[in-house]
């Protein structure tokens, strides 16, 4: 409903108290994202404490809780934005598009990003290669982004979301997709030795696509797809 302003215009419609209240978590939960890689990245994740996110955040530690169990879980959170990320974006791929290719474009839409969060992630990335306290909390990260991914393939595909035991093959694909992503993405942050210069986009690409290609003339067959 638009109202009268005192001045004769008109106001525009109150914002629904909803829709503030989830930015408004949205953006703690980003500010405390990201002040724990930024610590963790200054000073290395073991020397970071808790109390020291919530003030590099200005927020209240006891807020900190409500969002995080740990600080490895805050460190991390950037990886489990952009696996959610991935996920979204593929199942607003065509239909048309087969599960690979879906797959693909989903993940160069996620990394061509070029916003704060899509440097975070691989940020992230590179810290847990060389900080193993942080392995378990991305497995858990790359666990659920498998089970969400094998429900968005069963979706596509036309199977039973509800009933994984009908069919195996969204559970496999999402594994198997995944697995080679952490592969192509392992190789590819090797490339860079300088962690504030990105690398080479193109080369991501090429090193996906081989990969994808693999998956797609069959496993049998290694070496059919030149990389």
Same mark, same amino acid.
């Given at each position: 409903?638009?109202?009268?302003?005192?001045?004769?215009? =008109?106001?525009?419609? #109150?914002?629904?108290?909803?829709?503030?209240?989830?930015?408004?978590?949205? +953006?703690?939960? &980003?500010?405390?994202?990201?002040?724990?890689?930024?610590?963790?990245?200054?000073?290395?994740?073991?020397?970071? $404490?808790?109390?020291?996110? +919530?003030?590099?955040?200005?927020?209240?530690?006891?807020?900190?809780?409500? /969002?995080?169990?740990?600080?490895?879980? +805050?460190?991390?959170?950037?990886?489990?934005? #952009?696996?959610?990320? *991935?996920?979204?974006?593929?199942?607003?791929?065509?239909?048309?598009? =087969?599960?690979?290719?879906?797959?693909?474009? &989903?993940?160069?839409?996620?990394?061509?990003?070029?916003? =704060?969060?899509?440097?975070?992630?691989?940020?992230? *990335?590179?810290?847990?290669?060389? =900080?193993? $306290?942080?392995?378990? !909390?991305?497995?858990?990260? *790359?666990?659920? !982004?498998?089970? +969400?991914?094998?429900?968005?393939?069963?979706?596509?595909?036309?199977?039973?979301? &509800?009933?994984?035991?009908?069919?195996? /093959?969204?559970?496999?694909? #999402?594994? #198997?997709?995944? $697995?080679? *992503?952490?592969?192509?993405?392992?190789?590819?942050? !090797?490339?860079?030795?300088?962690?504030? !210069? %990105? %690398?080479?986009?193109?080369?991501?690409?090429?090193?996906?696509?081989?990969?994808?290609?693999?998956?797609?003339?069959?496993?049998?067959?290694?070496?059919?797809?030149?990389?």
């Amino acid at each position: 409903m638009v109202r009268p302003t005192s001045d004769g215009g =008109t106001a525009r419609p #109150a914002e629904p108290v909803a829709g503030r209240r989830e930015r408004k978590k949205q +953006a703690t939960r &980003a500010a405390l994202r990201e002040a724990a890689l930024r610590l963790s990245l200054r000073h290395g994740v073991e020397n970071v $404490t808790v109390e020291q996110i +919530a003030e590099e955040a200005d927020i209240a530690l006891r807020t900190f809780f409500n /969002y995080f169990s740990s600080k490895e879980e +805050a460190v991390v959170a950037s990886v489990s934005s #952009a696996a959610q990320e *991935l996920i979204t974006q593929f199942r607003a791929r065509p239909r048309t598009e =087969t599960v690979l290719r879906a797959f693909r474009e &989903a993940v160069m839409a996620v990394m061509n990003e070029s916003d =704060t969060a899509s440097r975070d992630h691989i940020r992230a *990335l590179r810290l847990i290669r060389s =900080t193993p $306290t942080l392995v378990p !909390q991305q497995l858990a990260v *790359l666990a659920a !982004q498998e089970r +969400a991914l094998a429900e968005a393939i069963a979706e596509r595909v036309g199977l039973p979301v &509800a009933s994984p035991r009908d069919s195996i /093959y969204p559970v496999v694909c #999402a594994a #198997a997709v995944l $697995t080679s *992503l952490r592969v192509v993405l392992d190789r590819w942050l !090797q490339q860079s030795a300088d962690p504030d !210069q %990105p %690398p080479d986009m193109t080369a991501l690409s090429r090193q996906f696509d081989a990969a994808i290609g693999e998956l797609a003339a069959g496993l049998d067959h290694p070496g059919r797809v030149s990389g």
